[in-house]
């Protein structure tokens, strides 16, 4: 079925969101704590009450499927939020958390998540639509999972990432958008050739830079049986 998605507002990827709280985190957490690449936080069905405010790396939230590939649900950056699905007390994390740098991360429980709330309504409103911007996110990739075609899968998560003015270079590898859109690596690479023959994309480096997003509708109708 086709299902191209018009500008849903949406991001896989996270960050500044805290900005202005980072303070208060510093006032109710220890001090940072180093994190290198490739380490886990979180750990699907392992995991619990801890969550973790990134001051400075990258972090990317995954699932497995059935046959062990990874599925990046989404990628933070500085001054986020990590695990906030270990919020309620006891409850496992369904994500795992994994540092694509090093990373400096304070821990923090959800009854100091709790605390800080109650000193500060603004921030507790922030949190508020942290968590909206999150679910929204979460909704949109359910909803484009579902679609058979993986070119237009593909279309949907750039549509939704990235824009025609400032923000058209794509920094991901295709093994990265693979994860992404949940197919292989060879699929993502069809794809892309199909758009750089098609003039919609210039390849450049790890990733490739969107030079027609104004297209990218009119070859999902072309090429939705991919």
């Known amino acids: 079925m086709y299902r191209f998605q018009h500008d849903p507002k949406v991001s896989y990827f996270f960050s ?13 957490c220890p001090p940072p704590m180093k994190m290198e690449k490739g380490m886990r936080i979180c750990r699907h069905g392992l995991t619990k009450n801890w969550m973790y405010y990134l001051c400075k ?17 989404a990628l933070l950056g500085e001054d986020t939020i990590a695990g906030i699905d270990c919020f309620l007390p006891d409850t496992a994390s369904l994500m795992t958390i994994e540092c ?7 821990p923090f429980l959800n009854t100091t998540l709790e605390a800080m709330m109650r000193k500060s ?5 922030e949190l508020a639509r942290y968590y909206c911007k999150v679910m929204r996110q979460l909704c949109f990739d359910a909803t484009n999972q579902s679609i058979g075609s993986v ?23 295709q093994q990265d958008l693979a994860a992404a859109v949940n197919c292989s690596r060879t ?30 509708e009119t070859l999902c109708r072309k090429y939705s049986h991919l």
């Open 16 to 28: 500044g969101e805290f900005y202005a709280y980072r303070s208060l985190f510093e006032e109710f």
């Open 100 to 106: 694509t740098s090093d990373c400096w991360l304070m």
């Open 121 to 125: 309504p603004e921030f507790s409103v």
């Open 151 to 173: 070119f237009i899968r593909l279309a949907n998560f750039l549509q939704a990432n990235w824009d025609d003015k400032n923000n058209c270079r794509v920094l991901l590898s």
């Open 187 to 216: 699929s993502v690479a069809r794809a892309c050739k199909i758009m750089k023959e098609e003039g919609v994309i210039s390849i450049e480096g790890i990733g490739f830079r969107i030079l027609d997003f104004s297209n990218l």
């Open 57 to 73: 790396g990258t972090l990317k939230v995954y699932v497995e499927n059935l046959t062990g590939n990874e599925r990046i649900v």
